[in-house]
């Protein structure tokens, strides 16, 4: 094609265009570039960038320096017999001087020396995926180097974010341990590490594996004390941040990240615990230490040092209530059948144990308080409930009158406004406290005749229409929940003249009798079957002569 041509296809290419030379294009493109304000520093940190994510140092440094020539290496940074004659200040020097040489900032060249000896310092003893502690050894070569990084750091010759950002490069090696040691020493902290890493899902990942093992290596280390104070420090970190009332405190730029992240991290670490004691893991095994652990974190002692804040009670509360509602699958017929199985005695030691820590940091009326008010607005665990119940009345002697204060509270209200789920409520509650024995809450008879003593009057309608329909199962939210053992017997059949044959009568008088052993809600002596169910009976009377003349009565509560 000649180059009239190329001018003719240029100049045919669009309305109104003219043909352009390459300078021309690349003139405007960099004057666009250039207008921008802030180019050259986004320009500048694009190359550093670059600079970090492609260079190896450890090879730059052999290749400017030279193999023969004896100079600062990685080695002199980690080992202490090393670097006994090199002072922080001639370790400073020699890094400006690399830096300045390479033509990167000394900052950046510090963090990623510092970061490449932390990484060795991990792998050093191997299996540092099984591990959260360092050996003594390992612990002596980091002192060394969190020495130079301290020096580093006064004079203005380290970046804590360089530092983080290397260090997320290797989390898989990366050991609980240096992290702490890295926050202790005023290096980085825990706060700022986190939240350098934009994924927040890795974080919680790591965060957690890390707590795992860091409780199931807490009781055979010989290093406990280490151990302890790490677990302590990071659950303190954590209540504080995920707990506090004002976030504005937060200094990053999105102040929620930091919360959040603490709040999932121990909700992870409760789920986790509440799923191992349901599986029924044994003794001895890496679930039953991960869980002893872990609970023994709502030790008073743990949050002394906070006790200016409201965070502890409000993690604690918090805590409470994940308790109580976790998994609530039993419906209120299991919890009848099975709650003789959870009482103080036969719950499970590391559960009661919580219950207790819990209780230490809210007061008996905060407590029964708090139950009412779970129960009122959450689907609950029905075990949980209950055997917190019986921890309560056995733990605390004053909460006692309390409960009972509570259960009348929650009769009264069943009566006046007909509320079912206050009824069964009431029911359960009573059942499980009278488990503990007399000497803790009235009998469970005792506590029925004292309630139930039916006198005439709409009083006695409204006692006999919430009892009938509590036992019939129709509560508004206790329909899901409450399935009473067997329902009442059928209607016999009637002879030619519309009364019953003796066969039926009898066959019923059976039935009849033997319901006084399976009502769940039972008195001795008594029995609280309905005939709420038949069109024929109103809930709220009793049966009338009519239909006594065909059906055998039988006794209203007492």
């Given amino acids: 094609m000649s180059d009239s041509q190329v001018e003719g296809a240029a100049s045919t290419s669009g309305l109104g265009s003219r043909k352009r030379r390459w300078t021309e294009l690349l003139a405007g493109r960099v004057k666009r570039q250039m207008c921008g304000p802030g180019t050259e520093q986004k320009l500048q ?8 994510r492609h260079l190896n140092l450890n090879d730059l440094l052999l290749e400017v320096e030279g193999a023969p020539r004896k100079t600062l290496c990685l080695n002199q940074l980690i080992d202490p017999e090393a670097c006994t004659n090199l002072s922080s200040s001639l370790i400073g020097s020699a890094l400006r001087d690399q830096a300045s040489r390479l033509g990167v900032p000394v900052a950046v060249l510090s963090s990623r020396l510092v970061a490449s000896s932390i990484t060795q310092i991990c792998v050093s003893d191997g299996e540092s995926s099984h591990r959260v502690l360092l050996s003594a050894e390992q612990r002596k070569k980091l002192s060394s180097l969190l020495e130079v ?21 290797v989390q898989g090696s990366l050991l609980l341990e240096v992290v702490w040691q890295l926050h202790i020493q005023n290096v980085v902290s825990f706060q700022e590490l986190l939240e350098s890493h934009a994924d927040t899902q890795a974080t919680v990942a790591w965060l957690f594996r890390n707590l795992c093992l860091l409780c199931e290596e807490m009781e055979a280390s010989p290093y406990n004390d280490i151990a302890r104070a790490m677990l302590s420090d990071l659950v303190q970190m954590f209540v504080l941040r995920g707990f506090q009332k004002n976030s504005d405190l937060r200094r990053n730029v999105e102040p929620e990240q930091m919360g959040q992240l603490a709040f999932v991290v121990l909700q992870r670490m409760l789920i986790f615990a509440l799923e191992a004691l349901a599986a029924g893991m044994q003794d001895g095994s890496p679930q039953h230490k991960v869980v002893k652990c872990w609970f023994g974190v709502f030790c008073g002692h743990t949050y002394d040092r906070m006790i200016s804040t409201d965070s502890p009670k409000r993690f604690f509360s918090h805590t409470l209530t994940q308790v109580l509602t976790h998994k609530p699958v039993l419906r209120v017929s299991d919890a009848v059948q099975m709650q003789k199985e959870w009482s103080f005695a036969k719950t499970h030691p590391l559960l009661t144990g919580l219950y207790r820590r ?4 809210l007061s008996p009326e905060e ?5 009412q008010e779970v129960l009122e607005t959450h689907e609950v665990n029905w075990q949980h409930v209950l ?9 605390l002697p004053e909460a006692q009158q309390l409960v009972k204060d509570w259960v009348a509270r929650l009769l009264a209200r069943a009566f006046e406004n007909c509320d079912l789920d206050s009824m069964v409520t009431a029911f359960l509650v009573v059942r499980q406290a009278a488990l503990e024995g007399p000497s803790v809450f009235p009998s469970y008879a005792d506590w029925f005749q004292l309630s139930f003593c039916f006198c005439g009057g709409g009083t006695a309608a409204a006692r006999r229409r919430v009892t009938d329909h509590c036992v019939a199962g129709t509560a ?7 399935a009473l053992t067997p329902a009442s017997p059928s209607r016999p059949p009637l002879g030619a003249q519309g009364a019953p044959t003796v066969a039926a009568r009898r066959r019923w008088s059976s039935s009849s009798s033997s ?3 399976s009502c769940p809600l039972r008195r001795p002596g008594t029995c609280r079957r309905t005939f709420s169910t038949h069109r024929w009976c109103q809930a709220s009377t009793a049966p009338s002569s009519q239909t006594m003349s065909r059906w055998p009565r039988r006794a209203w509560p007492t």
């Fill in 45 to 52: 940190e694009s190359a550093v960038h670059l600079l970090r």
């Fill in 149 to 169: 990084a301290q020096y580093l750091l006064a004079h203005s010759m380290f970046s804590r974010f360089s530092l983080c950002q290397e260090l997320w490069e």
């Fill in 476 to 482: 508004p939210r206790g329909t899901g929940h409450l």
């Fill in 358 to 361: 819990l209780f230490t940091m």
């Fill in 387 to 395: 055997s917190c119940v019986s921890t309560l009345v056995i733990c």
């Fill in 367 to 371: 407590l029964v308080g708090h139950l």
């Fill in 515 to 517: 319901c006084q052993t």
